[in-house]
């Protein structure tokens, strides 16, 4: 059983940047793929980012192309989510997700994700 515990949340104006963390219990490279998602209020969770099981592929939706970056240290057991040129759309809670073991492809749906952490919020003021 992974446990996800998110960090890096808050306030920040629009144009600003945010790194998010996201710290498992245990190692997860080469293991497992992982994700950031998001949910806005009202809305369905979604699919922000994913980096495969062996770190050597990512994926970012179109929305936050160019803007947020994934990446991984194994070393550290964390995950992290440079968000940058943030935009009031982005607001929402973001949640690191973790496939089950040996599970090294990148997918977008959150049925396909085993382990979540609790959230983090992120706000964008105009």
């Known amino acids: 059983q992974v446990q996800l515990v998110e960090y890096g949340g808050g306030l920040v104006q629009a144009g600003g940047s945010l790194r998010l963390s996201c710290v498992a219990s245990?190692?997860?490279?080469?293991?497992?793929?992982m994700g950031w998602f998001r949910q806005a209020p009202g809305k369905e969770r979604e699919f922000v980012a994913g980096?495969?099981?062996?770190?050597?592929?990512?994926m970012h939706a179109d929305s936050v192309k160019g803007r947020f970056t994934i990446s991984r240290d194994g070393a550290k057991n964390t995950m992290y989510l440079q968000m940058d040129s943030l935009r009031p759309e982005d607001t929402a809670v973001y949640y690191c997700a973790a496939r089950s073991s040996r599970s090294v492809a990148i997918t977008t749906t959150p049925l396909s994700y085993a382990y979540w952490g609790q959230g983090t919020q992120v706000t964008v003021s105009s």
């Open positions: 245990e190692r997860t490279d080469s293991n497992y793929a």
């Open positions: 980096i495969s099981g062996r770190s050597d592929r990512t």
